[in-house]
């Protein structure tokens, strides 16, 4: 069996295995106790801190260790926001940012602030002018992921730091995914990460709040981690993380290109072995290991279920694999197709010959998906006829099928006809113009019907 899926949780790395056995006899005590073990359970929390700390670019003092990366994104804009509330409750996000960051805002708002929504290149990047001209006399805080999870394109921080710097604002990185790769170069303020992403155990994450930020620790106060993070320290499992994240990176400038020749193979090859498909994010500016590409007339679940009989884990961001049938937010605001999505992300140590069979692979496995959809297999015969508008109900039919409709009746209406397409499918509101960019033909919008909308696509090309 082959994992690609590295960005949702990495395998755990030989050093974490060896790291958090040694310390489950040895880190088991309370911390805060002056017998010996206590203070040998002290001794190892210290020195994982120093070595998380190092390894991010940070002073120990400044990092605590939290229960997951989630809990230390949430306590980080919780604590920063309130910390800060005299100067206003006006947060900035961008359209891309993990989900963790996003529900925070969601409470924000719904507690009375006021949000911010940067929105992003077709790339997955923001603009740092777009992002600067966002910020406000009231900003309380700004947040900015180091480099995005579903399509691995790196965020430009150092510049967005500059600009939240200029404007007395603190900039929150979510570095979850680029921690194994390098520290964050730039100003930032505060920032997470999560121990899972880089080989370390589940239940691990950290928070780093720079000397200077105003932050008020939220909740029932605990004297443990700085007030920042209540509750016994899981010892082993930080112990554990820390010792991943020195060994990850003692590996990451030879993984690094490594990893990043075989995405790059994988980028190249995957449109000259399979038609209509569109790679997504920054072919340059992105994580070495991830990528992600999605399929035209493909269900993504019945895809991904293929290829894992074939024996290879992958995920996707397609609507059809979620239970909400919505697409992933990251591609809806990158505006690229989402429907068969399959996002790549290698771990540590990948094989190149697992990468040719994926590629040996790939090609029949998506072709059998789309035949059992009726796709339509190449291009149609050009069809002149009097009409020069056609609808095509697709209510109630899920992605991709309002697309596969919509590609086999274009050529039915003479060029610079029309066809509505009628869907409920969330998914088509993404999905119809990027195939119309796809293929040349022109997307005039959207219209409300009768227990949906109606796509109007223009014919264009032959």
């Given at each position: 069996?082959?994992?690609?899926?590295?960005?949702?949780?990495?395998?755990?790395?030989?050093?974490?295995?060896?790291?958090?056995?040694?310390?489950?006899?040895?880190?088991?005590?309370?911390?805060?106790?002056?017998?010996?073990?206590?203070?040998?359970?002290?001794?190892?929390?210290?020195?994982?801190?120093?070595?998380?700390?190092?390894?991010?670019?940070?002073?120990?003092?400044?990092?605590?260790?939290?229960?997951?990366?989630?809990?230390?994104?949430?306590?980080?804009?919780?604590?920063?926001?309130?910390?800060?509330?005299?100067?206003?409750?006006?947060?900035?996000?961008?359209?891309?940012?993990?989900?963790?960051?996003?529900?925070?805002?969601?409470?924000?708002?719904?507690?009375?602030?006021?949000?911010?929504?940067?929105?992003?290149?077709?790339?997955?990047?923001?603009?740092?002018?777009?992002?600067?001209?966002?910020?406000?006399?009231?900003?309380?805080?700004?947040?900015?992921?180091?480099?995005?999870?579903?399509?691995?394109?790196?965020?430009?921080?150092?510049?967005?730091?500059?600009?939240?710097?200029?404007?007395?604002?603190?900039?929150?990185?979510?570095?979850?995914?680029?921690?194994?790769?390098?520290?964050?170069?730039?100003?930032?303020?505060?920032?997470?990460?999560?121990?899972h992403k880089w080989g370390g155990p589940a239940g691990v994450?950290?928070?780093?709040?720079?000397?200077?930020?105003?932050?008020?620790?939220?909740?029932?106060?605990?004297?443990?981690?700085?007030?920042?993070?209540?509750?016994?320290?899981?010892?082993?499992?930080?112990?554990?993380?820390?010792?991943?994240?020195?060994?990850?990176?003692?590996?990451?400038?030879?993984?690094?290109?490594?990893?990043?020749?075989?995405?790059?193979?994988?980028?190249?090859?995957?449109?000259?072995?399979?038609?209509?498909?569109?790679?997504?994010?920054?072919?340059?500016?992105?994580?070495?290991?991830?990528?992600?590409?999605?399929?035209?007339?493909?269900?993504?679940?019945?895809?991904?279920?293929?290829?894992?009989?074939?024996?290879?884990?992958?995920?996707?961001?397609?609507?059809?694999?979620?239970?909400?049938?919505?697409?992933?937010?990251?591609?809806?605001?990158?505006?690229?197709?989402?429907?068969?999505?399959?996002?790549?992300?290698?771990?540590?140590?990948?094989?190149?010959?697992?990468?040719?069979?994926?590629?040996?692979?790939?090609?029949?496995?998506?072709?059998?998906?789309?035949?059992?959809?009726?796709?339509?297999?190449?291009?149609?015969?050009?069809?002149?006829?009097?009409?020069?508008?056609?609808?095509?109900?697709?209510?109630?039919?899920r992605c991709p099928i309002p697309v596969i409709e919509l590609?086999?009746?274009?050529?039915?209406?003479?060029?610079?006809?029309?066809?509505?397409?009628?869907?409920?499918?969330?998914?088509?509101?993404?999905?119809?113009?990027?195939?119309?960019?796809?293929?040349?033909?022109?997307?005039?919008?959207?219209?409300?019907?009768?227990?949906?909308?109606?796509?109007?696509?223009?014919?264009?090309?032959?």
């Amino acid at each position: 069996m082959s994992y690609f899926d590295a960005a949702s949780s990495a395998p755990l790395h030989p050093v974490a295995r060896q790291a958090l056995q040694a310390s489950l006899d040895e880190g088991w005590a309370d911390p805060a106790r002056l017998y010996r073990e206590g203070r040998r359970a002290r001794l190892l929390l210290d020195a994982a801190r120093e070595a998380a700390a190092e390894a991010v670019g940070c002073r120990p003092d400044e990092l605590v260790f939290t229960t997951s990366g989630t809990r230390a994104v949430h306590t980080a804009v919780a604590g920063t926001l309130a910390g800060r509330h005299r100067v206003g409750r006006h947060l900035i996000v961008s359209a891309v940012e993990h989900s963790s960051v996003l529900h925070s805002a969601e409470t924000h708002r719904t507690q009375g602030g006021t949000v911010s929504e940067v929105p992003v290149l077709r790339t997955g990047a923001v603009s740092p002018d777009v992002y600067a001209e966002a910020l406000r006399p009231d900003t309380a805080l700004a947040c900015l992921q180091s480099a995005n999870h579903e399509v691995g394109t790196e965020q430009p921080v150092a510049a967005v730091a500059e600009a939240c710097r200029a404007a007395g604002v603190p900039l929150l990185v979510d570095a979850a995914q680029s921690l194994a790769w390098g520290r964050v170069e730039g100003g930032w303020s505060l920032l997470t990460g999560s121990a899972h992403k880089w080989g370390g155990p589940a239940g691990v994450g950290l928070l780093v709040v720079r000397k200077g930020v105003r932050y008020a620790p939220q909740g029932p106060a605990d004297e443990r981690e700085s007030g920042r993070a209540p509750g016994f320290e899981n010892i082993p499992g930080i112990v554990a993380a820390a010792a991943s994240l020195r060994a990850v990176r003692a590996e990451a400038a030879a993984e690094s290109a490594r990893l990043r020749e075989l995405t790059d193979r994988i980028r190249a090859r995957v449109p000259e072995l399979v038609p209509d498909v569109e790679v997504v994010g920054d072919p340059v500016r992105r994580l070495p290991h991830l990528l992600t590409f999605s399929c035209l007339y493909v269900d993504g679940e019945t895809l991904l279920h293929e290829l894992d009989r074939e024996g290879f884990s992958v995920s996707s961001g397609s609507s059809c694999t979620s239970s909400t049938l919505t697409p992933s937010h990251v591609l809806r605001a990158m505006g690229v197709l989402s429907e068969g999505n399959v996002r790549v992300s290698l771990p540590l140590g990948t094989p190149a010959e697992d990468v040719d069979r994926f590629l040996d692979v790939l090609p029949r496995t998506v072709a059998a998906v789309r035949e059992k959809l009726g796709a339509p297999a190449g291009a149609p015969a050009v069809t002149v006829v009097r009409d020069d508008s056609l609808v095509v109900d697709a209510l109630g039919k899920r992605c991709p099928i309002p697309v596969i409709e919509l590609a086999k009746v274009i050529t039915d209406v003479p060029i610079g006809g029309t066809v509505r397409v009628l869907s409920d499918d969330e998914a088509a509101r993404l999905d119809i113009p990027a195939w119309c960019e796809m293929r040349n033909q022109e997307y005039v919008g959207e219209e409300p019907t009768e227990g949906g909308t109606a796509y109007v696509v223009r014919r264009k090309a032959p």
